[in-house]
Every structure is written in C-alpha cells, then in structure tokens.
C-alpha cells in the first residue's frame, strides 16, 4: 500500500439546467468540458461568452475606484506644470510591470517621469523613508506608488509635510489604518465602488493608465499580462480578460525587450502561454530583485535599442541561473536538516541568500506535506531573517502572530509569512508553533488537497478532449488547469529518465488501452510500480514527436491501495534505500543479527508467535522486512497476517547459500569421510579452508557435511578440534536431523530467492500453504 501525497477531493456531481446544455450542444462543447465550466461557475448564457470570448468591452470603468478622478486630475495638472513626477515600484515581477505601464501612461500625456524600485536587501519593501527624502532633496514634486504603499505610513506622512503629494496605487491587504496619502486607488477601498477586487499590481496600474489616457492602452495589456500571472492573484473575472487579451498582445505585439526576453528564455511569441509567463518570464523578471536590482526589468520592457534590449535579457538569464544555483544548493542543505518527526520545519544557518528562501520553504512544503520556515542567519550570529510557507491546515499568519513580540519585524497571511528575529528566539518559535498544532489539534499529517475535477477512464483520454480543455485556459489561482484521476489501473513500462535518474516515464494501462505518464521528481520512486493496480492523477497534455501526437498525463500524485512486495534479493537491489519509520526488520537465522547491527535498524530475531507478539505489542508497524529465510516459510504468512502490514520487503540472506551449494554428493561425502579416517584429528578453526580446497569442496557446504557427521555420532568436535569415532553406529545420511533441516532450507529457499515477485505475492495473500 502507498498512501498519497496530498488529499484527494472529488467534486460532486452537477446537474446541468437545460438551457446550459443546450448551449453546449449548440457550441460543440462535450458534456465533460461542460461539468468543468459548470463547477467554476460558468451556469449562464452570459457567463459562457464572456469566459470563452473576453472583450475590451467586458473591462470595468477605472473610475469606479475610490480617489481616480482626483488621482488623474493631480497627475495632469504635474504634467502640465512641468512638475517632475517619481514612480516608485517594487522589486518583483508585478512590481516591474507595473512601473513600467504607469511610467509609459504618464510620458504619452507628456509628462517628466523618473522610477524608483527598491532593493529588498537596502530597502525593504514598500517606501523607505531615506529614498523618500532623498528623491524629493532631489526635485521630485509628486511621488506616485505601484504595488505598494498602503503600509508606507512613515515615508508617505514625510512626503505630505514637504507638500509633495504622494498617490498610492496598491492592491494589498488595506490595513486599518490608511496613510494619509492625496489619494489612494485600491480596488478593495471601503469608500470605492469597483465591483472586481483581485486585480494585482499591474491591473491597478493599468486602471489608472486607462483613466489618464481616457482609452483603454490595449499596447499595455503584455505587461498586465505578465504581472497578473506572475503575482499569482485570481485569474477570474477581469483578470481572466485582461491575461488573455495580454497573451495575445504578447504574441503579436513589438515590444523590444519583451521579444528578446522570450527570445533568451527559449521560447516562442507564437502560442506562448500563461504557463510560459508563469514558468519562465516571471521567474526571470522576479530573479532580479531576488538577488540585486530590480531596474533593469523596467529598462528592458521600455527600451527601443535591439542590441540594449539582448545585452539586458542575457543579463537577466544570467541572473536567473544563478538564482536556480543557489536555490538548489540551499534547498539541499535544507533537506539534509530535516527532522522527519518535526510537526512544522523550523530551518536556519548562516550564509543563505536571503533572496530565495521563500522559494526553497515552498520546495520543502511540497516534497515533505508540512509547512516550513526557513532562515538565513547574518555573520554576527545575531539576527535571523526569512520565510515561511504553510498548508492549508495551518494558519501560518495566525500561528505565528500569537508570539510577534518574538519577531523584529514579521508578515503574512494563512501560506506565507516573512520575518526577522533575533537568532535566540528561533527555538522558542519552533517550540511554539509545536504547541500550537497541538493545542489546535491540527493533523498536518494528512497533506494538501489535490481538488479532482474527473475521473476518467483511458478510453475517454483523447486529443480532442485535451484541446477542448483549453477552453477553460488561462489557468492559475482559483481557475487551475484540471487534475483527472485514473483508478485502478496498471503502470507499464516504468523507467527512470532524466541526467540524474530523477524523472519516471511509464505507461498506464487497463487492459484496452494506453496512456503515457511522465512523474517529475518521482525517479525514487520507480519501485513502487509493479503488477499492482494503483490510482494515479494528473494534468493532461499532448506530447508531439516526429509529427504524432499523443495524449500525455503529467502525473502529481498516485497511491496504492494493495498490499505491496518489494523485491530486495541480490546484491544490487540490497542498495535500494528502505524507510524506516514504522518499520520492522525481521530476522530468523541469528547470524543475520550482524547485518541488523550494521544498518542499525530496528530489528527482532523471529523465534515464536508468542514471543513476536510479546516484543512488538504497543508498536505501529506499517512495513516488514524479511531479512532472511525462515526455516519454515509459513512463519512468514503467519507474520504478515499477525501484522496486516501494507508494506513488504524481502531481501532474503541466506549464510549457508543452501540452494546454492546443496546437500552434498555421496561421492564428497565418501572423500570427507575418508581423509577423517586417516586423520587423528583436524583443527577446524584454522584447517577448514585448506581441507576444502583440498577435497575440492565449497567451504559453506563442508561445515555442512561435518554437522551432518556430528550429528550422526560419526565425529566428535571439542575446541573446534574435529575427531574420528571408531566403529559408530551405521546411520543412513537421512536420519541426520541436520539433514533433514538442510533438505527443507533448500526447497524454502528455492521458492523464496526464485520465485518470480508476483508469485510470492500471491502465495503471500492467499490461503494455500507451500
């Protein structure tokens, strides 16, 4: 049995009205399309067009938001005054984008505009009050904010006292308190009436565009685009219309900077995707501000020199390499630290680059299920700075707000959370965020949710099917692209890929059909697929090669609800890493002891039923591990059915290589016997190897014939000094319980180490004795 990684949730069932199939009918959309568009709440004639076919028409008024006309109206009047304008950004994706539409709307009215991004590591987030003071020392007259500044108190309050007016454009959570800002132009604003809230940075920025202009700048909507998808806000609603007009502009527009950055990234304008933008031109434009300047986006997406434009997206691919190094190097620092039994995992060291930690607590949460923090410490050994990412179970924000007085500075929301602390503190977190799951009596063992839209069968896995899907692109927060489930069907064809083995490609199966899966990160895991049903889910794609096309599933999760046998006999396989929580390492011959000892696992030397149930009662035992053959192979099936275990490995050591050697042929015996006979006595201990090779005789086999002759009273062995008896008593070989012993060791392990896996399974699960 293998449990899934995350929760599986599967929606219910919709009953479509009849109107709404028969839109589906007249539109040519298959009835699973439609329970798709169905459960996000596309049930209307209206609701359809407008999903299927956004228009300019379908944006909002921009002067619905609270302070837009009095935000245009100072803006124009500094143009038309002369008066020297900043723009003051942010350090990411969105926030590039974001100074790049305000700065560009501003200068087609005419007007003097310089930009201002922050670095994160000089100046923190939103407005620094120094760069405040220093940009209007300089001339600046009016200061106008994109992506930030509704918790700029300080700097916004300083700006005010010199009479230089600061407009806040922003999209964040509004706190209680609002700065005292000329205006302030969010679309979630109490006092505004605009009836979407989700626009990101960009969107808002763009909103204002839109006023200022007194046109919708449909030359602005690649940025939008980019912005919106990168910053991850809901792609529904507006944004959903703005993304896709903006992927359209992206690929038919002229911008310089953006060709040439999709150019360095190895991609192509025609048909790039939100996941292109999300995947690989956000990360580079976010790659900046994670490690120095964000600038250079802004001057990358405003410039008119081709050469310019290709010497600053190489930089930024530069950038971006070197981000996904440290992130890597760090990440597997990281998971060398882990602590499986941690609830929540609390990880700081010095020299981590500041930059990327949110995104190396994100690997961990994935790969592990539980939420993480994950810090940097600064060379004084003072001060820790850095992020966390949570699970759906756990409000991070709340958990942590409970004990801010630990942080210097701290912020967040329920799956994500920033922070700096003093370096003793840090284990008063981690044993308060241990208290708190407990307390709470949060299960964080369960994982995230993995929200099924379908089960399908293989049969309905078509490329028709998988293009309709694109209908309901493009994808992101609360719109994702659909995860189909496939139950119990077989994996096929399992193989390892990639340069360092860590990929799976395989083949799923139902007896009629096939449909190829590729499982990123689950190289490990190659293993786990065998003969055994399993239920897999995924995202459907369609792989091209040579001119065919063919369905593809990109597998996130599987499990497996049967009980499992892993084939650990010989050498090689003996290397595969086994798990050891929950996990018993089961032993019947005591010489195996001495591989139990070397692995330091927990093992238990198997003798009786009693004495099994005695030692593990109390105990969660989950996995078994056969370490080597029983003398008797029904104590094995006794175990597994004392246990009801889900996992089963079988290494099966055998010292004396039984089989292998066998019981020895008369005419050995014949020769051992006589070299006895004509020897007072043999020191065993030191002789055994040169009285092997001289009867041409396997070492193992000869301390198996020398019992057989002890047992039958033939030799007497004191010291390890081996001695004829004169005139024993005639025994047949047979009679030896040794023997007898030996003869049934060899057919045990005949079925054990040779028997095919799915044989020994079986025998395993069913009644019959062997």
């Not at 930024?316 to 995992?345: C, G, Q």
């Not at 208290?435 to 089960?455: A, C, H, P």
């Not at 001495?594 to 330091?600: D, G, S, V």
Request: charged content about 25%.
């Amino acid at each position: 049995m293998k449990k899934s990684k995350y929760i599986w949730k599967y929606p219910d069932n919709p009953t479509f009205s009849d109107e709404f199939q028969t839109l589906l009918n007249e539109k040519d959309i298959s009835p699973l399309i439609g329970k798709l568009l169905w459960q996000r709440g596309i049930q209307t004639a209206e609701q359809l067009d407008l999903f299927l076919t956004p228009t300019l028409e379908a944006l909002h008024d921009p002067q619905l938001i609270h302070d837009m006309a009095k935000a245009v109206e100072r803006i124009q009047r500094a143009v038309e005054q002369g008066e020297r304008i900043l723009v003051y950004g942010d350090y990411d994706a969105d926030g590039i984008t974001s100074t790049t539409v305000m700065k560009e709307a501003i200068e087609l009215i005419g007007g003097e505009v310089e930009y201002f991004l922050p670095n994160r590591f000089i100046h923190g987030y939103g407005p620094n009050l120094s760069v405040f003071k220093e940009k209007i020392d300089e001339g600046i007259q009016l200061i106008v904010t994109v992506d930030n500044g509704v918790a700029g108190h300080e700097a916004v309050a300083y700006a005010q006292e010199q009479q230089v007016d600061v407009i806040i454009t922003d999209h964040h959570e509004l706190p209680q308190e609002l700065p005292k800002a000329f205006a302030i132009i969010h679309p979630k604003h109490p006092e505004g009436t605009y009836p979407f809230s989700e626009l990101a940075g960009v969107g808002v920025a763009f909103k204002v565009a839109t006023a200022l202009l007194g046109e919708v700048p449909v030359e602005f909507l690649d940025l939008v685009a980019i912005g919106t998808i990168a910053d991850l806000v809901s792609l529904t609603g507006e944004n959903r219309t703005l993304v896709q007009l903006g992927l359209k502009m992206i690929q038919t527009g002229d911008r310089i900077g953006l060709d040439a950055l999709v150019q360095s990234a190895g991609l192509k304008k025609d048909g790039l995707s939100e996941e292109n933008v999300g995947f690989a031109i956000g990360p580079r434009l976010n790659a900046l501000g994670r490690l120095g300047e964000a600038a250079p986006g802004v001057e990358l997406m405003t410039t008119f020199d081709e050469e310019q434009a290709m010497e600053i997206a190489a930089f930024i691919e530069e950038t971006n390499n070197e981000r996904k190094n440290i992130v890597d190097t760090i990440t597997t620092e990281a998971f060398a630290m882990l602590n499986p039994d941690a609830s929540i995992h609390v990880l700081a060291q010095k020299g981590w680059h500041e930059g990327v930690l949110g995104i190396v607590a994100g690997r961990i949460m994935q790969e592990t299920g539980k939420p993480a923090i994950v810090l940097t410490i600064d060379e004084a050994g003072e001060s820790a700075k850095g992020s966390g990412r949570s699970v759906s179970a756990l409000n991070l924000y709340d958990a942590l707000n409970e004990v801010r007085d630990l942080f210097t500075h701290f912020g967040g929301h329920h799956m994500a959370a920033g922070m700096t602390l003093p370096v003793e503190n840090i284990e008063k977190v981690r044993e308060h965020l241990d208290t708190y799951v407990e307390r709470n009596q949060l299960d964080l063992s369960q994982g995230q949710e993995l929200i099924i839209d379908e089960v399908l069968t293989i049969e309905e896995t078509t490329i028709p099917f998988i293009n309709q899907l694109k209908l309901l692109a493009p994808f992101g927060t609360d719109n994702p692209m659909p995860s189909f489930a496939y139950k119990q069907v077989q994996a096929v064809q399992v193989r390892q890929i990639g340069a360092a083995q860590n990929h799976l490609k395989l083949q799923l199966t139902d007896g009629s059909a096939n449909l190829d899966v590729i499982a990123f990160q689950m190289g490990k895991e190659a293993k786990e697929f065998s003969d055994i049903p399993c239920n897999i889910a995924g995202k459907l794609s369609i792989n091209e090669w040579n001119g065919n096309k063919k369905p593809q599933l990109m597998a996130e999760d599987y499990a497996i609800e049967e009980l499992q046998l892993f084939d650990l006999r010989g050498k090689s396989n003996q290397q595969q890493e086994i798990p050891q929580e929950n996990t018993l390492f089961v032993y019947f011959q005591k010489e195996s002891f001495k591989w139990i000892e070397k692995e330091q696992a927990k093992g238990i030397h198997f003798t009786s039923m009693e004495q099994f149930s005695i030692e593990t009662q109390g105990t969660s035992i989950e996995q078994l591990v056969f370490v080597d053959c029983p003398d008797d192979i029904i104590e094995m099936k006794q175990l597994v059915a004392q246990t009801e275990v889900s996992r089963i490995y079988i290494m099966g050591l055998s010292t004396d290589e039984a089989y292998l050697n066998g019981m020895g042929t008369r005419e050995q015996y014949s020769k051992l016997y006589a070299l006895i006979r004509k020897q007072e006595s043999i020191d065993i201990r030191y002789k055994l190897k040169t009285v092997a090779q001289y009867l041409n005789i396997q070492e193992k086999l000869l301390i198996f014939m020398i019992q057989v002759f002890f047992d039958l009273g033939f030799v007497t062995i004191e010291d390890g000094v081996l001695r004829n008896v004169n005139n024993p008593e005639n025994h047949p070989l047979t009679e030896s319980a040794v023997y007898q012993k030996r003869l049934k060791r060899i057919k045990v392990e005949e079925f054990l180490l040779y028997s095919d896996r799915k044989v020994l399974l079986q025998w395993l699960l069913n009644e019959e004795e062997k």
